[in-house]
């Protein structure tokens, strides 16, 4: 758990949202390679905002730190049910996110 402290030297989410903006209306002209690159770049680059780490820190107390998708396995990290990418207005809406384990994840993500 973060530090409220911590909190402030976090930088703020509004420019990498902007970058990521940018980068779906240019992505026509794309290779999916560079595309992905970059989008990937960018989500390490939001995951380490303030208002990320207020939301990681929002849905693990919400779920006291066990997995929301009932596994009984304790959560270690967001998952949003809307992903990024689809709904960019989603990203920091507590009720898009869940908070779930590492297997859980990876099955989602399969």
């Given at each position: 758990?973060?530090?409220?402290?911590?909190?402030?030297?976090l930088?703020?989410?509004?420019?990498?949202?902007?970058?990521?903006?940018?980068?779906?209306?240019?992505?026509?002209?794309?290779?999916?390679?560079y595309?992905?690159?970059e989008?990937?770049?960018?989500?390490?680059?939001?995951?380490?905002?303030h208002?990320?780490?207020l939301?990681?820190a929002?849905?693990?107390?919400?779920?006291?730190?066990?997995?929301?998708?009932?596994?009984?396995?304790?959560?270690?990290?967001?998952?949003?049910?809307k992903?990024?990418?689809?709904?960019?207005d989603?990203?920091?809406?507590?009720?898009?996110?869940?908070?779930?384990?590492?297997?859980c994840?990876?099955?989602?993500?399969?």
């Open positions: 758990m973060l530090l409220a402290t911590e909190l402030f030297v930088p703020p989410a509004a420019p990498v949202l902007e970058k990521m903006r940018k980068l779906k209306a240019r992505r026509r002209g794309m290779k999916s390679v595309y992905r690159r989008w990937f770049k960018l989500r390490k680059e939001l995951s380490r905002t208002e990320s780490a939301l990681r929002q849905a693990s107390s919400r779920a006291q730190m066990w997995c929301e998708k009932s596994c009984g396995h304790y959560g270690s990290q967001p998952h949003h049910k992903t990024v990418h689809s709904r960019m989603l990203v920091f809406d507590l009720n898009n996110v869940l908070w779930i384990c590492q297997t994840h990876d099955g989602v993500h399969q």
